[in-house]
């Protein structure tokens, strides 16, 4: 006989703060989850770019080799390298395990904004200032990029790649999706100067911030507007938005120190977390719980849900 599906847990929103890392490198530019979401990647200010277990609190490496301050970084499906970017115009390739720079790609023109690897880890892309995309092969020689995509008449301010798509924000107000399988470059017009840009987990919406305080969700292959949140203050900064690990719900940094969270379906504001009294400059969703980082000044701060219980570990 089977069982029925116990029915799924409600989705629960982030609203406990666990840890906070004080991460000793300047103001934090950007905090991102790895992979799998048991590891993290500060960028700092200060040029070093470091690597965290924030489920523990503990810094695992720090990563020393850019010459200005640190705008975003990567890691690998592997977790075997990492790559960043930043002010100095440079994308680097890192070795996790040594902390060792493997490659440093030199060509655009302005500071690098964002850095993405794409799924198999052979190539970097990267959106800068410069108002072009570059894409660098990890595995040859080859000094210059493989290709430029140079449709924006502005910066790019957010980058991210799917399996056979790349998808842009660029500060001329315009989204940017490159379909690698069918040849085609898809271009939806928003007006507002955008500054993150990311997919929903099915794959069918993309999600976009701008300096107008709203973020706005679009149907990925018409482009039609799905939904508009709004509450949130975003004017004069890069701020981060994303998709909760299920799709419910739509995160945002707000330069009232606050991260704000709406339905993704009614629309309706679900949560504003005060974070800090200055602006949150980034934050990061966890791939597969409901598990936030934020980062604002020089903290990293954990934040997990109500119910959420640490698992004690055996005692050292």
Same mark, same amino acid.
């Given at each position: 006989?089977? &069982? ?27 905090? +991102?989850?790895?992979?799998? $979401? ?6 700092? #200010? ?20 850019? %010459? ?6 990567? $890691? ?7 790559? @960043?970017?930043? @002010? ?28 993405? &690897? ?8 990267? %959106?800068?200032?410069?108002? @072009?995309? +570059?894409?660098?092969?990890? +595995? ?14 502005d910066g790019i301010s957010s980058l991210k790649v799917s399996n056979h798509e790349i998808l842009t924000g660029s500060v001329d107000g315009r989204i940017r999706r490159y379909d690698l399988r069918a040849g085609e470059l898809c271009s939806d017009y928003i007006g507002s100067p955008i ?20 973020l706005r969700l679009l149907d990925k292959d018409t482009g039609e507007l799905l939904g508009e949140y709004t509450g949130h203050k975003n004017v004069a900064y890069k701020m981060d938005c994303c998709l909760t690990e299920r799709d419910t719900h739509i995160g945002s940094c707000s330069e009232?120190?606050?991260?704000? &969270? ?9 949560? #504003?977390?005060?974070? @800090?009294? #200055? ?18 000044? %020089? ?13 004690? %570990?055996?005692?050292?």
């Open positions: 006989m089977a &069982f029925p599906e116990p029915k799924p847990k409600k989705p629960e929103l982030p609203k406990k703060l666990l840890d906070t890392l004080q991460c000793k490198q300047g103001a934090v530019r950007a905090v +991102r989850f790895n992979v799998d $979401g048991n590891y993290c990647l500060t960028c700092g #200010s200060d040029k070093s770019l470091k690597l965290w277990n924030p489920h523990k609190g503990t810094l695992l490496k720090t990563y020393s080799g850019h %010459g200005y301050e640190v705008l975003d970084a990567a $890691g690998s499906f592997d977790n075997s390298q990492l790559c @960043s970017c930043g @002010s100095d115009k440079t994308v680097v390739l890192w070795d996790v395990a040594t902390g060792q720079v493997i490659r440093k790609f030199r060509g655009h023109a302005g500071k690098v904004n964002c850095v993405q &690897f794409n799924e198999e880890a052979t190539v970097i892309l990267s %959106g800068s200032i410069d108002s @072009s995309v +570059r894409c660098w092969d990890c +595995r040859s020689r080859r000094p210059d990029a493989i290709q430029i995509l140079d449709e924006a008449k500054t993150c840009v990311c997919f929903s987990k099915d794959g069918q919406c993309t999600l976009a911030a701008t300096l107008d305080s709203t009232d120190g606050k991260v704000y &969270f709406w339905d993704l379906v009614e629309g309706s504001l679900a949560m #504003s977390l005060p974070v @800090s009294n #200055s602006a949150v400059q980034s934050l990061s969703f966890h791939p597969t719980e409901a598990c936030l980082l934020t980062a604002a000044e %020089g903290l990293v701060q954990f934040w997990r849900e109500e119910s959420y219980v640490a698992e004690e %570990g055996p005692s050292a």
